[in-house]
């Protein structure tokens, strides 16, 4: 995977917006102001690119025994977050893709159902 195919992919859900909250190479998809995919541009660029997303605490912990790719957090909350490690790991790019769009479903699902519901998710 490349940071085309991994921005266009977060960017086309709905409601998603690209940030730069922490500084100018780290770029972070939020779902109405809500935080689930965030990644250092550096990395890309150095050929070892990583991505934190939002993960269900108990699969989180399956998924970190299962890939070697899949590590806690790095600079997150360990228990919610995971930072897959792309393109040298055993995560491959359809589970990436699948691991994207349960952090963005679990933002969504944070969300109340009045806003859920104002948003079109229900």
């Not at 991505?51 to 919610?80: D, S």
């Amino acid at each position: 995977m490349n940071i085309e195919v991994f921005r266009n992919y977060g960017i086309t859900k709905p409601y998603v917006t690209e940030h730069f909250p922490f500084d100018k190479t780290t770029l972070v998809f939020k779902v109405a102001d809500k935080m689930f995919a965030l990644s250092s541009l550096k990395q890309w660029e150095n050929g070892t690119p990583t991505v934190n997303l939002k993960c269900n605490p108990e699969k989180a912990i399956a998924l970190r025994k299962q890939f070697e790719g899949v590590q806690p957090g790095y600079h997150m909350n360990k228990k919610h977050w995971n930072t897959i490690t792309i393109n040298t790991s055993d995560v491959d790019e359809k589970l990436l893709l699948q691991f994207i769009d349960e952090s963005y479903q679990l933002v969504v699902q944070s969300f109340s159902k009045k806003k859920q519901k104002e948003m079109g998710f229900l």
